[in-house]
């Protein structure tokens, strides 16, 4: 999710406007498709069920609150489900899937979902503030993939924090991925305890770790404790607080190309989605590098699925509205690998109209 609006500079090169960065080997993306303008969407998660090509994601409307470092203004409500049989295709919107007046403890700011199968079952995973103001994730079941899906109870017990991710490897393990500092509350936690205030490593020390646990067999509660997701640099050391540039902020997501896996996430307050390799769904993970540059928008939250023997990005940014960091609008891309495994970088900066 997002919190404040920051500018980035821009730059002038043959001509063409382009983001300043470091890093000049990003291409433009050879096309781009659009999910849909009928409603603002953000925080895509995507998944193949069924043959076809399904997309969950957040619902951005204009609340009216105002904009804060919390992310207060992200006060969305509801979830809708899409879906298509081919890229650039019709893109089907299946309407309601979950309000979150019917999720009973819920109260308040519906954020970035995803979705899992198992056997004729389905699971909507969601964050979403509960009564005392403390994120927690919830799940929803439903016999469709499109929904409509009913709320448990109560949320998953161990939870919190938000962006929850659900990855299932090859053996049939499911495994969650969640958390986000700020206004995600990943700060407020120390050993799975709610602390309620900011607590932050020191500048030189492990920076935050998004947090992962296997799914029990009902798909619904962790089969263990949740832990750690450590990310390391080319010297095999933990990505340290201070290096903004790479250490984790949110939106954390797992696939596997060529028997590895990759973590995928993003960085923040710069705006970049990078990843990381290990030879584990529990890590360790070693960063490789950039594989989307910022966005129009202050976010930036992505996932990535295999489709018809290709690989595909989701993403958002703020073209659509004109800017507007609360009101963005999915988008998709391919994504491609270089023959050692490594992504291609790609920058789909689009000035808005």
Same mark, same amino acid.
């Given at each position: 999710?997002?919190?404040?609006?920051?500018?980035?500079?821009?730059?002038?090169?043959?001509?063409?406007?382009?983001?300043?960065?470091?890093?000049?080997?990003?291409?433009?993306?050879?096309?781009?498709?659009?999910?849909?303008?009928?409603?603002?969407?953000?925080?895509?998660?995507?998944?193949?069920?069924?043959?076809?090509?399904?997309? !969950?994601?957040?619902?951005?409307?204009?609340?009216?609150?105002?904009?804060?470092?919390?992310?207060?203004?992200?006060?969305?409500?509801?979830?809708?489900?899409?879906?298509?049989?081919?890229?650039?295709?019709?893109?089907?919107?299946?309407?309601?899937?979950?309000?979150?007046?019917?999720?009973? /403890?819920?109260?308040?700011?519906? /954020?970035?979902?995803?979705?899992?199968?198992?056997?004729?079952?389905?699971?909507?995973?969601?964050?979403?503030?509960?009564?005392?103001?403390?994120?927690?994730?919830?799940?929803?079941?439903?016999?469709?993939?499109? #929904?409509?899906?009913?709320?448990?109870?109560?949320?998953?017990?161990?939870? !919190?924090?938000?962006?929850?991710?659900?990855?299932?490897?090859?053996?049939?393990?499911?495994?969650?991925?969640?958390?986000?500092?700020?206004? #995600?509350?990943?700060?407020? /936690?120390?050993?799975?305890?709610?602390?309620?205030?900011?607590? !932050?490593?020191?500048?030189?020390?492990?920076?935050?770790?998004?947090?992962?646990?296997?799914?029990?067999?009902?798909?619904?509660?962790?089969?263990?404790?949740?832990?750690?997701?450590?990310?390391?640099?080319?010297?095999?050391?933990?990505?340290?607080?201070?290096?903004?540039?790479?250490?984790?902020?949110?939106?954390? /997501?797992?696939?596997?190309?060529?028997?590895?896996? !990759?973590?995928?996430?993003?960085?923040?307050?710069?705006?970049?989605?990078?990843?990381?390799?290990?030879?584990?769904?529990?890590?360790?993970?070693?960063?490789?590098?950039?594989?989307?540059?910022?966005?129009?928008?202050?976010?930036?939250?992505?996932?990535?699925?295999?489709?018809?023997?290709?690989?595909?990005?989701?993403?958002?940014?703020?073209?659509?509205?004109?800017?507007?960091?609360?009101?963005?609008?999915?988008?998709?891309?391919?994504?491609?690998?270089?023959?050692?495994?490594?992504?291609?970088?790609?920058?789909?900066?689009?000035?808005?109209?």
């Amino acid at each position: 999710m997002g919190y404040s609006c920051k500018n980035r500079k821009v730059e002038k090169m043959d001509g063409i406007e382009t983001l300043s960065i470091s890093d000049t080997t990003a291409v433009s993306p050879d096309k781009v498709y659009p999910l849909t303008s009928d409603l603002f969407t953000a925080d895509p998660s995507a998944h193949v069920f069924n043959g076809r090509l399904y997309v !969950y994601p957040s619902h951005d409307f204009e609340s009216g609150i105002p904009e804060d470092d919390l992310g207060s203004h992200f006060n969305m409500m509801d979830y809708h489900v899409f879906s298509m049989d081919s890229v650039g295709g019709k893109v089907t919107d299946h309407g309601l899937a979950l309000h979150i007046d019917n999720v009973p /403890w819920a109260g308040r700011q519906m /954020w970035a979902p995803d979705a899992a199968k198992k056997g004729d079952d389905y699971f909507l995973y969601f964050p979403v503030k509960d009564k005392d103001d403390i994120f927690r994730i919830g799940v929803a079941t439903g016999k469709n993939p499109e #929904g409509p899906f009913s709320a448990l109870e109560k949320p998953i017990g161990g939870s !919190y924090s938000m962006d929850p991710a659900v990855f299932m490897d090859d053996d049939g393990k499911y495994y969650m991925y969640f958390g986000g500092i700020w206004g #995600g509350q990943l700060q407020k /936690w120390d050993n799975g305890k709610y602390i309620g205030e900011d607590k !932050y490593p020191e500048a030189d020390e492990p920076a935050l770790s998004p947090k992962m646990a296997m799914l029990a067999e009902d798909m619904v509660s962790f089969a263990e404790e949740p832990r750690d997701v450590v990310v390391l640099d080319e010297k095999g050391k933990p990505i340290v607080t201070s290096d903004n540039d790479r250490r984790f902020f949110e939106a954390a /997501w797992v696939h596997k190309y060529k028997n590895r896996y !990759y973590l995928s996430y993003s960085t923040g307050d710069t705006h970049k989605i990078v990843y990381a390799i290990g030879d584990s769904p529990y890590g360790p993970f070693t960063y490789q590098g950039v594989l989307l540059d910022p966005v129009l928008g202050w976010t930036n939250h992505h996932s990535i699925v295999e489709y018809n023997g290709k690989w595909w990005l989701f993403f958002h940014d703020s073209s659509l509205s004109g800017g507007k960091t609360h009101l963005r609008s999915v988008k998709m891309t391919e994504l491609k690998y270089h023959p050692d495994g490594s992504i291609q970088r790609i920058n789909a900066y689009v000035e808005p109209k």
